[in-house]
């Protein structure tokens, strides 16, 4: 079955810019999350959505919103981009959110934004 | 908060041995999960072993094994008779099991192994 798709693969946005990144979870799973990877920072978690709804937020500024669709499809938007933004975007989609049990993520290719 | 550490930032390892991983968290829950993902240079994350805080058991797969000890709070990755495709990242990360914690997953810092031949 096919993996966990993200698109695009690579980008390059000049400051200011807004961003948009896709993700199309693995048939039949309802739970995305997305994280940012930088090698100052590491792995961040960004946000979670699950039937449509934002279920969990992590630590980071407005400019950063997500959203997800009927289709489980999800989409995160970085606004006035910054230097800083720079990073690989990882989505992962699961089931369902939540719980104990060896519940493994799939994880995207990611996106590699770069900002200049 | 949750924390996970990864106090090897890089190590190499000779082809065909053995390799441990360190990686100790901090979490007041009882109920938890331990992941290790593997991350090679294209990016993608791949799923290798899953420990339940509840498992008695090291969990184990394949080549890879979890040395999972409770009280210490470690969760140790061994990787038996390691090969050239091993050389990536590698992550240990934790997800509590609360329901309000949802999919949220906290990564170390991450090792990287270079395999020699």
């Known amino acids: 079955k096919a993996g966990v798709t993200q698109t695009p693969r690579y980008l390059i946005k000049t400051r200011g810019q807004q961003v948009t990144l896709s993700c199309s979870p693995i048939?039949?799973?309802?739970?995305v999350s997305w994280y940012q990877q930088t090698p100052g920072q590491g792995l961040q978690f960004l946000f979670e959505y699950f039937s449509e709804t934002q279920r969990n937020k992590g630590n980071f500024p407005g400019r950063f919103s997500g959203r997800q669709f009927s289709n489980s499809r999800s989409e995160m938007n970085v606004s006035t981009l910054e230097l800083g933004d720079s990073a690989l975007y990882l989505c992962?989609?699961?089931?369902?959110?939540?719980?104990?049990?060896?519940?493994?993520?799939?994880f995207g290719s990611g996106t590699r934004l770069t900002v200049v | 908060a949750q924390k996970i550490t990864q106090t090897q930032p890089g190590m190499f390892v000779q082809e065909k041995e053995a390799v441990t991983l360190d990686c100790t968290y901090d979490?007041?829950?009882?109920?938890?999960?331990l992941f290790w993902y593997k991350q090679p240079s294209s990016g993608e994350m791949i799923f290798l072993i899953y420990?339940?805080?509840?498992?008695?058991q090291n969990a184990t797969e394949g080549r890879y094994s979890l040395n999972f000890q409770k009280a210490r709070k470690s969760a140790n990755l061994v990787i038996s008779a390691s090969q050239l495709g091993d050389s990536a990242m590698y992550f240990c990360?934790?997800?509590?099991?609360?329901?309000?914690?949802?999919?949220?997953?906290?990564f170390g810092g991450g090792t990287r192994v270079l395999v020699k031949p």
């Open positions: 979490t007041s829950d009882q109920s938890y999960g």
């Open positions: 990360a934790m997800r509590e099991g609360s329901k309000a914690a949802g999919n949220k997953l906290t």
């Open positions: 048939s039949g799973h309802r739970s």
């Open positions: 992962a989609s699961s089931l369902r959110p939540g719980g104990t049990g060896a519940q493994s993520y799939t």
């Open positions: 420990q339940g805080s509840y498992d008695e």
